[in-house]
């Protein structure tokens, strides 16, 4: 889930940029934010707002807001890094609510979403038996390197593709779907083609679904530099029992069906894990680089423990996150 878009929190820190008068370098959560100077004072509560949220255009709060069309994205504001927004609780309805409180719908703010579905090739609802795909991002979720600590986990590529996902359920036909809708057979999301391609009607397991990242020519901007369409593994569910398989059954899944996975680049086990340093800075260096054989800066990376956890931090969802290079980021390329 991207679980929080907007939320109450507190400003940690509060620090003065060099030749900068009117702005001073905040931290929240684990975000570095550019906020108006006088707004706050360390300790105090803010409403934060995550990259990618959507502000309201009839709102009086969210009009300066309206030059950069609403969308909160990464800046450069006189050197520093600003990754978010935060704003004074005074722009919330009445009282101030407890830390943490997701304040997204009484401001009516909406994720950015790039890819519009267009309704003439939607079959039905997103399967009720599969989750969506989402990852949070390590910068709102800290908690979770808490819990990844001590256990062998691995690194993947992040692929800035379109998500798929399949679906065979234990009776009918196959259900292929984008990040919120199943689609028809003729929709232009390319998940049909895949579908075909791969066999999945019939490669399939009855009560099986897969869950990949859809790249090549004409999607997005064909970073990975693909000659043609491809299918790219991240998860593999079995609804029967709403199991996830782990990493190793997720890889042998994958070639038993012939099926490519995700990009991994590291798997870390035993004293190399027991000893990683689960920082947020050694992560931002490990999103940095380029996508193998390309000059295009890959989006990120997804980090998971090598056997499926429950993360308390994430409410007890699967223990993933993501974390997003920040050089893709200020190229606005997210
Ligand atoms: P958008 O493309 O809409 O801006 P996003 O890619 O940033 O969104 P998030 O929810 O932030 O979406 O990240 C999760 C998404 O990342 C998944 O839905 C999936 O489609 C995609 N993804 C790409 N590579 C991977 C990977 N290696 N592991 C897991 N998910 C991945
Ligand atoms: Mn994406
Ligand atoms: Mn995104």
């Known amino acids: 889930m991207e679980r929080k878009l907007v939320s109450v929190q507190r400003v940690d820190h509060l620090e003065p940029i060099a030749g900068a008068d009117n702005i001073l370098k905040a931290r929240v959560m684990g975000w570095d934010v550019v906020v108006k100077k006088g707004e706050f004072s360390p300790g105090d509560p803010c409403v934060f707002f995550e990259l990618d949220s959507l502000l309201p255009e009839s709102a009086p709060w969210a009009e300066f807001m309206r030059p950069r069309g609403f969308r909160v ?4 504001l006189r050197g520093v890094l600003s990754q978010g927004l935060a704003l004074p609780v005074s722009i919330l309805p009445g009282e101030v609510p407890p830390q943490g409180t997701d304040v997204r719908d009484v401001l009516g703010v909406v994720k950015y979403e790039p890819v519009v579905t267009d309704t003439r090739e939607v079959s039905g609802p997103f399967p009720g038996q599969v989750p969506r795909t989402d990852e949070i ?6 908690g979770v390197l808490d819990e990844l600590r001590g256990h062998d986990f691995y690194v993947t590529t992040k692929l800035d593709g379109t998500s798929a996902t399949f679906f065979r359920p234990l009776e009918g036909g196959l259900v292929a779907c984008s990040r919120n809708w199943a689609l028809t057979r003729e929709a232009s999301h390319p998940a049909w083609r895949m579908a075909e391609r791969y066999k999945l009607d019939t490669v399939l397991p009855p009560g099986f679904a897969v869950q990949g990242e859809v790249c090549g020519p004409g999607i997005q901007k064909n970073r990975l530099g693909l000659a043609e369409v491809d299918l790219f593994i991240f998860s593999v569910h079995d609804t029967r029992s709403g199991r996830v398989l782990g990493h190793a ?3 042998a899944f994958c070639a038993e069906h012939g099926l490519r996975t995700v990009p991994v680049e590291h798997v870390v086990t035993g004293e190399a894990a027991r000893t990683f340093e689960h920082g947020l800075e050694h992560y931002l260096k490990l999103a940095q680089g380029f996508y193998p054989g390309t000059r295009n800066r890959k989006e990120g990376i997804v980090v ?6 429950h993360s308390p931090t994430l409410g007890g969802g699967r223990l993933s996150f993501k974390v997003i290079n920040n050089d893709f980021l200020l190229k606005d390329e997210d």
Do not use: D, F, M, Y
């Open 73 to 76: 994205k990464t800046a450069r």
């Open 137 to 142: 991002r390590l910068q709102s979720a800290l």
């Open 249 to 251: 059954e997720l890889v």
């Open 304 to 309: 998971r423990p090598l056997a499926e956890r």
